[in-house]
């Protein structure tokens, strides 16, 4: 009798994970004191999400797991944002699957496992994600040498909600310049504040209603400017969650305002296709932003 399909997930990505330890574990507030943080009895655990794949729940110690480049390196490299609504973390689908692929085509790949913002682990937890992304980069720079990568040439790319936190960290300029991104690949990820996209932050990431000053600041259209990091997306046409326009919208903004970006549209993938599927010719966007970084870095 076969197992259940969930077991089996579970099983293969229990491999993945222990295959994943030989990588570089960097504790990015390691002797630091981690901003916005509250005591909770929260333990960090994974299990096969209501979309078959495992992700990781509770998270409140972010990691960066480093991935080598291997073969020629590009000297080019990303932090990928795993998706799952800013409830959970696709880890593996969004991640460390993705980062592997990327490793073998030269580029220093690192995902982060970012605090989920929870109001038992935070007092502020719509700014936990995005101080814990600026941290990694910051981090991932000081071992620019130790990888080979360009410390220039260093951006992020997110899934989803983790697009969403790509593009605030993209559009939010940190005073400090180690912090900032220099480019974003932006997945299948939420850009415009319809009312729709509105009342989800209020849930999932505010735990409040926002602010007329927050409104403003997450209207993100409004923030592109000549100064926004070049910008590489990918959607599908049918995607019934976040629908194709929030990439045609952040890709108009970008072209208005003389911004480098390309925009790769399938006709069918759905939401969260991670790196692709041969099937429905999403899988070709991987090698798309490769040579797009190779072409434009």
């Known amino acids: 009798m076969k197992p259940p399909a969930n077991i089996v997930l579970l099983s293969v990505h229990l491999m993945i994970c222990s295959q994943t330890l030989a990588q570089d574990v960097y504790q990015i507030w390691e002797g630091l ?10 333990k960090e655990y994974e299990k096969v999400s209501s ?11 972010p990691t960066l797991t480093v991935y080598r480049a291997e073969g020629v390196n590009s000297g080019k490299a990303v932090i990928l944002l795993p998706g799952g609504g800013y409830a959970v973390l696709a880890i593996y689908h ?7 692929i990327l490793a073998k085509q030269g580029v220093t790949a690192a995902v982060l496992k970012y605090r989920l913002p929870k109001t038992e682990s935070s007092d502020q937890p719509q700014l936990v994600p995005l101080s814990d992304t600026r941290r990694a980069l910051k981090v991932l720079r000081t071992h620019s040498t130790r990888y080979g990568f360009n410390k220039e040439k260093l951006g992020v790319m997110g899934f989803s909600a983790g697009s969403h936190l790509a593009t605030v960290v993209s559009l939010w ?8 991104p220099n480019f974003s690949g932006l997945i299948y990820g939420v850009t415009n504040l319809s ?6 932050l209020e849930k999932t990431l505010y735990h409040r209603k926002l602010t007329e000053e927050e409104v403003s600041q997450n209207t993100l259209l409004n923030l592109v400017t000549e100064e926004t990091p070049p910008a590489f997306l990918v959607h599908a ?13 952040y890709a108009e903004k970008c072209v208005e305002h003389k911004v480098p970006v390309e925009m790769h549209l399938f006709s069918e ?29």
């Not at 004191?33 to 929260?42: F, S, T």
């Not at 979309?51 to 110690?61: G, K, S």
């Not at 009312?195 to 989800?200: A, G, R």
């Not at 790196?275 to 970084?293: I, M, N, P, Y």
């Open 33 to 42: 004191e981690k901003p916005y943080y509250k005591e909770n009895d929260l």
């Open 51 to 61: 979309f078959d794949v495992v992700c990781a729940y509770d998270v409140t110690e």
């Open 94 to 100: 969004e991640g460390h699957d993705l980062a592997k």
């Open 173 to 180: 300029i940190s005073d400090d310049e180690q912090e900032n």
């Open 195 to 200: 009312e729709e996209n509105q009342t989800w």
């Open 237 to 249: 046409y049918d995607d019934e969650v976040c629908g194709v326009e929030e990439s045609l919208l």
């Open 269 to 297: 993938g759905g939401h969260g296709f991670g790196s692709g599927r041969a099937e429905d010719g999403t899988a070709q966007w991987v090698q798309l932003f490769v040579a797009w970084l190779n072409t434009n870095f």
